[in-house]
């Protein structure tokens, strides 16, 4: 019986030893196109500790650097990130918003009830100024997020006029009036979010209509800046919202549809930020990787009613949802960022990478103390997530030619593919390859073809560490960092290396 036992373990471990490496090929296409920079957008919503106890400390604050009340230290935090977007103020809070109630005298400014989230009373004393001062500051484009569902069409010209025009105008009179000459020529602009839930419960065909209305009135005040008007998109699957929208707006009202999709498994259930067992660690990485599927079809609609991609998808929410961490004052939405939040981006923005042709613009959920943030504070305390290192990582993909890559005998862990990959070539002739293993338990041997490529040199860097519930901690901030990955040889235009369990590598290859 021992020796039967024996028998069997040795089989077991000759078949993992004798176990064949995926097949990656990593081609030149040279009709493959850029990969936007907007892919790796940010979104800052009023919700919990996002803007105030957050981003956002005030002028008045002493004890905290800043910059016209924004944290200097998360100023320099995001600049390492080349934020190339924030969108701004919202999500559901932008359909309460009244932007007007934010600008002029702080101390004559109305107060505002944030319905959707906690009914705190904010006293509105961060609004346009210090929100478009703070893009520039970031050299992001900013993205505002326009109310439709509680304001006026009115509304929305006038604030585009009170950000954009030049000349002379009541709007830019204002604004001037409150400090600033120049126009800050906003380009993206959203036309209400989530319009079939917290926007206003509309219909498609509803919102379509009402799309069409203020879309109309939306550009002419912005002399040479072009405007990018974005209708509020479909949640994960509803393809009937997109196509719907795709059928009914002439394409010259609208140059960009959204997508809202967030990797939560069960909204009434939503599981730990870190205390998560393997069931749920599958199920947050199952509900991750239907981004793919969403994103291929909601692409194959917009192809057939616009196949030249005169219209862009921008997936404009999107991260991991857990329970709020329940010891945080004023937490909502407050979660802890571990590695599964790390096997999440790697993944998702993979996807968004090899979509490039139509997804030009994503916004992570969101950037501070709240869903998948990149940083999180607690009074003058501030630390950068393990999503904040994908980010960083990922970076070098902005901008870049996108590498078509082929994945041949994936491994699966379940029924789920093990591993994701994107590569591509930045305007310096470096190529970037990014591959993620969500396998729990198992290193996965990989051979890259990358033979039309002409890599002489490769190096990495590795995420990853011992466990799944991993993360940093205000007591522990670098936990979670990358390292440098040794572990890929180059030879004969083929790269092989075995990707340790949960984990996240990037490549570079000159
Ligand atoms: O990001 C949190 C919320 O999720 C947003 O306010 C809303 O648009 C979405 O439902």
Redesign the pocket.
């Not at 919202?90 to 809070?93: A, S």
């Given at each position: 019986m021992r020796y039967l036992t024996l028998l069997l373990a040795l089989m077991l471990s000759s078949q993992l030893f004798a176990q064949q490496p995926v097949l990656i090929s990593v081609t030149e296409a040279s009709d493959s196109p850029q990969i936007s920079r907007h892919i790796y957008g940010h979104?800052a919503?009023h919700?919990g500790r996002c803007i105030y106890e957050g981003l956002y400390v005030g002028e008045e604050n002493k004890t905290i650097p800043n910059t016209e009340g924004v944290r200097n230290d998360i100023i320099e935090a995001l600049k390492e990130l080349n934020i190339p977007n924030l969108r701004w103020p919202?999500?559901?809070?932008a359909d309460t918003y009244h932007w007007k109630d934010g600008v002029g005298p702080k101390d004559e400014r109305p107060t505002i009830v944030n319905r959707?989230w906690g009914g705190t009373t904010e006293d509105n004393s961060f609004g346009t100024h210090n929100f478009l001062n703070l893009c520039e500051v970031l050299g992001a484009e900013p993205y505002l997020s326009a109310n439709v569902g509680s304001g006026t069409v009115q509304e929305l010209i006038d604030w585009v006029q009170y950000t954009n025009h030049d000349g002379v105008s009541p709007m830019a009179d204002w604004r001037r009036e409150n400090g600033r000459e120049a126009p800050w020529k906003v380009k993206y602009w959203g036309v209400g979010?989530?319009t079939w839930?917290?926007g206003g419960n509309m219909t498609a065909e509803y919102y379509a209509d009402i799309y069409r209305q203020y879309a109309t009135f939306m550009p002419g005040w912005s002399g040479e800046t072009e405007i990018y008007r974005i209708a509020s998109g479909a949640s994960e699957d509803d393809y009937h919202w997109t196509e719907t929208l795709m059928k009914n707006v002439p394409y010259h009202l609208m140059e960009a549809v959204a997508l809202?999709d967030?990797a939560v498994f069960d909204w009434s259930d939503k599981g730990p930020s870190v205390n998560f067992d393997d069931e749920i660690y599958f199920k947050s990485m199952e509900q991750a990787l239907k981004m793919e599927e969403y994103v291929t079809k909601h692409i194959e609609i917009m192809d057939k009613y616009d196949p030249e991609s005169k219209v862009a998808l921008f997936v404009d929410?999107w991260g991991g949802w857990y329970d709020a961490e329940p010891e945080v004052k004023n937490g909502v939405?407050y979660q802890q960022n571990t590695i599964r939040d790390v096997m999440i981006a790697g993944t998702v923005l993979n996807t968004f990478n090899n979509h490039a042709r139509r997804v030009k613009m994503a916004n992570l959920?969101?950037m501070v103390n709240?869903?998948q943030a990149v940083i999180l504070t607690d009074k003058e305390k501030m630390i950068k997530t393990p999503t904040y290192h994908v980010m960083h990582m990922y970076k070098v993909h902005q901008d870049a030619q996108l590498l078509p890559s082929k994945i041949e005998g994936n491994m699966e862990f379940r029924e789920l593919p093990s591993i994701s990959v994107s590569a591509s070539r930045d305007k310096t002739g470096k190529v970037h390859i990014s591959l993620v293993n969500i396998d729990p338990e198992n290193e996965i041997p990989v051979e890259l073809d990358v033979a039309g490529l002409d890599i002489k040199n490769i190096d990495g860097q590795i995420l990853t560490s011992d466990k799944l519930q991993d993360h940093n901690s205000f007591d522990a901030p670098e936990k979670v960092t990358p390292k440098e990955f040794k572990g890929a040889k180059l030879k004969k235009g083929s790269i092989s290396l075995a990707i340790p369990a949960h984990s996240l590598i990037v490549l570079q290859g000159k």
């Open positions: 979104f919503e919700l919202g999500g559901c809070f959707w979010n989530e839930g917290c809202h967030y929410e939405l959920a969101q709240v869903l």
